[in-house]
Nanobody, 125 residues
Framework: QVQLVESGGGLVQAGGSLRLSCAAS????????MGWFRQAPGKEREFVAR????????TYADSVKGRFTISRDNAKMTMYLQMNSLKPEDTAVYYC??????????????????WGQGTQVTVSS
């Protein structure tokens, strides 16, 4: 089992930047593929980005492509989400998630077995 804790959320003006972190503890971090999801009030949880266990492959939602960058440091057991050019529509609770599955539908929440508690990101216009 792995425990995940997000940090780095906050209030920022449109056009600004934030860097989210997801610190893991428990089992070997490098065994897990990781993802970021977000959920705005009244909306379903949606995929933001994912990264493979080695960090060699990343995928982004179209809505954040070119603005967000996902990365990981397996030695530090931490994953990151650098968010630039933030927009009001990026406002949501951001969650990190982990899966040990070798084959999974990365953009759906269900295959991820472990979740953090979430961190609030609010972008003002």
């Amino acid at each position: 089992q792995v425990q995940l804790v997000e940090s780095g959320g906050g209030l920022v003006q449109a056009g600004g930047s934030l860097r989210l972190s997801c610190a893991a503890s428990g089992r070997t971090f490098s065994n897990y593929a990781m993802g970021w999801f977000r959920q705005a009030p009244g909306k379903e949880r949606e995929f933001v980005a994912r990264i493979t266990w080695s960090g060699g492959s990343t995928t982004y939602a179209d809505s954040v492509k070119g603005r967000f960058t996902i990365s990981r440091d397996n030695a530090k057991m931490t994953m990151y989400l650098q968010m630039n050019s933030l927009k009001p529509e990026d406002t949501a609770v951001y969650y990190c998630a982990a899966t040990a599955r070798l084959r999974y539908t990365y953009y759906q929440p269900a295959p991820y077995d472990y979740w953090g508690q979430g961190t609030q990101v609010t972008v003002s216009s």
